[in-house]
Every structure is written in C-alpha cells, then in structure tokens.
C-alpha cells in the first residue's frame, strides 16, 4: 500500500505563480496510469495557456473562483466545480477573486513534464 500525506510532499512553484504539491505521481510512486496533485493559484494569478499531447486532465476546485479556459470555451468556475480537459485543448485558469484557488488535479497517463506545451497565442 502506498499512501502519500500532504503534509511531507514537498510544493513545486511553477513558471506561472501556482504551487503544485504532487500526492500519487511518477515522483512519489510507481504509478503510470495516472496521478493525483494538489495545485494552489493564488489571488490575480493565472495557469498559462498549454496544452498537453498524452495526457487529459481533471481539475477539481476545493476553494476559490475564476475563469476556466478550455479550448475555445471560457467559463467561470468555483469550488465544487470538477472541469474536464481533452488531450490537445489548450487550457487555462485563472483566478479572479480574493481567495487561493486550491484545486485537486487528476491527470492520465501519470503526469510528466514532458507533456507540458505552451500554447502558441
């Protein structure tokens, strides 16, 4: 069994001002399939618009609102909100409130920087 506490996972700060705390990842396990990460997006921050070539993605929001970009559809998003990303849509959050967005993202395969692709626009 393997089991991953918050708590001793050690917060990666991004590029675009988020902190991602992987749980269950390629980082912490043997997993392959896929993987689990808590993402914190501060107040007037943004995920940049990317897209991924393997992977598809579930970003489930635990506090915090914003505006949820996928593919050419933007929508405002709040906790309790689970948003579902395709493999190739460009995609990003952005967080227009006064609060941390703190978000639980579910990704498949397992997460690997090397699927990450910024987006041309």
């Known amino acids: 069994m393997k089991i991953v506490n918050r708590s001793i996972s050690e917060p990666i700060s991004?590029?675009?001002g988020t902190f991602i705390t992987?749980?269950?990842?390629?980082?912490?396990?043997?997993?392959?399939?896929?993987?689990?990460?808590?993402?914190?997006?501060?107040?007037?921050?943004?995920?940049?618009?990317?897209?991924?070539?393997?992977?598809?993605?579930?970003?489930?929001?635990?506090?915090?609102?914003g505006r949820m970009r996928v593919a050419d559809d933007w929508q405002d998003v709040s906790a309790g909100d689970a948003v579902y990303i395709p493999i190739d849509a460009v995609h990003s959050l952005q967080n227009t409130g006064d609060e941390d967005i703190r978000l639980v993202v579910v990704v498949g395969p397992a997460f690997s920087f090397d699927d990450v692709f910024q987006s041309p626009e």
Do not use: N, W
Not at 51 to 59: N, V
């Open 14 to 16: 991004t590029p675009h």
């Open 22 to 65: 992987p749980l269950i990842d390629r980082s912490t396990s043997e997993v392959t399939g896929c993987s689990l990460a808590e993402e914190l997006l501060p107040p007037g921050m943004a995920v940049q618009p990317h897209f991924h070539k393997t992977h598809e993605e579930i970003y489930y929001l635990i506090t915090g609102h």
